[in-house]
């Protein structure tokens, strides 16, 4: 019995505001993939990621269809439970005083922090612990996020999205306000979370933030996939070039990739 894919895109356009923000975008990604969505700021790359987790809606048109995880009729509390979602919004979000370990265990309610009328259980405070021990961050349960570093934030929403077990974990700008040490731990840690068969989609206009375990790229360039394939043969300098608007040299070294 053939497996559905995470998500399948069919001639899907997005309107944002007044602005077309995803065109005529047909693709598939399969669950257990690891795949980087790469494009510049404002390309839709990020409006793609949001259609997958029912944040955005394509336009209603015929032909056009997402699937996740083979289904089109989604309860979103339901959906959002079957994937890890990081983005820089949510830690944005976290404008009160909450722990560490209050941000992990939301992870199963869809929320940011934990409030009075949610249940926790003893098992979910179990898999918030696991969670944050798999991140390498037991020490950061207790202590409050504005007390955190930008690294130790981001692998507290990197637990949260793992705590429930998800099918997939969905990247949007991993790396965003990392220092540079910051972003080598958290490329490892994503290495390793790929490497136990986790699948990973990752949207990002940093070419470092790849690791040798993304096996596929898709470009996007004004809301459209311009390429998609295995990263050697998708990442060239011309294409690049290309893409991001200038002259660039391109070094891969070990899987990993630096633009200049």
Same mark, same amino acid.
């Given at each position: ?5 995470? *998500? @399948? ?7 944002? &505001?007044?602005?077309? /923000?995803?065109?005529?975008?047909? %693709? ?10 790469? &494009?510049?700021?404002? +390309?839709?790359?990020? $409006?793609?990621?949001?259609? *997958?987790?029912?944040? +955005? ?12 995880? !083979? ?6 509390? @339901? #959906?959002?439970?079957?994937? !890890? *979602? ?7 979000? +976290? $404008? ?8 992990? #265990? ?14 926790? $259980? ?9 969670? =944050? ?7 950061? /349960? ?19 999205? %793992? ?5 997939? %974990? ?7 306000? #990392? ?14 979370? /790929?490497?136990? &068969?986790? !699948?990973?989609?990752?949207? $990002? ?12 790229? *898709? ?25 991001? !608007?200038?002259?660039?040299? =391109? =070094? ?9």
């Amino acid at each position: 019995m053939i497996k559905p894919a995470l *998500i @399948e895109f069919e001639r899907v356009s997005i309107i944002r &505001g007044n602005v077309v /923000a995803v065109k005529d975008v047909s %693709l598939k990604i399969g669950v257990g993939e690891h795949v980087a969505i790469l &494009g510049p700021n404002g +390309c839709g790359k990020s $409006t793609l990621v949001k259609a *997958i987790s029912k944040e +955005c809606n394509p336009l209603v048109e015929e032909g056009s269809w997402v699937h996740v995880f !083979g289904r089109d009729d989604w309860n979103v509390f @339901e #959906l959002r439970k079957m994937l !890890g *979602i990081v983005s820089s919004d949510l830690m944005e979000r +976290c $404008t009160r005083m909450v722990s560490g370990r209050e941000i992990v #265990l939301s992870g199963f309610f869809s929320t940011i922090g934990v409030w009075g009328y949610q249940e926790i $259980t003893p098992q979910m405070i179990q898999s918030a612990d696991r969670a =944050l021990a798999m991140m390498e961050i037991p020490h950061l /349960a207790d202590r409050y996020t504005d007390e955190m570093s930008s690294g130790e934030a981001r692998r507290v929403l990197l637990a949260r999205a %793992l705590v429930h077990d998800p099918r997939a %974990l969905i990247l949007d700008e991993p790396s965003t306000a #990392l220092d540079l040490s910051a972003q080598y731990e958290l490329r490892e840690i994503l290495r390793k979370l /790929a490497q136990a &068969g986790i !699948g990973i989609v990752m949207v $990002t206009h940093h070419l470092s933030d790849l690791f040798p375990e993304i096996e596929r790229v *898709i470009l996007m360039s004004q809301g459209s996939v311009v390429a998609d394939g295995p990263s050697r043969i998708v990442l060239t300098a011309p294409r690049l070039s290309a893409l991001f !608007g200038r002259p660039l040299e =391109l =070094l891969e070294r070990d899987g990993y990739y630096n633009l200049w």
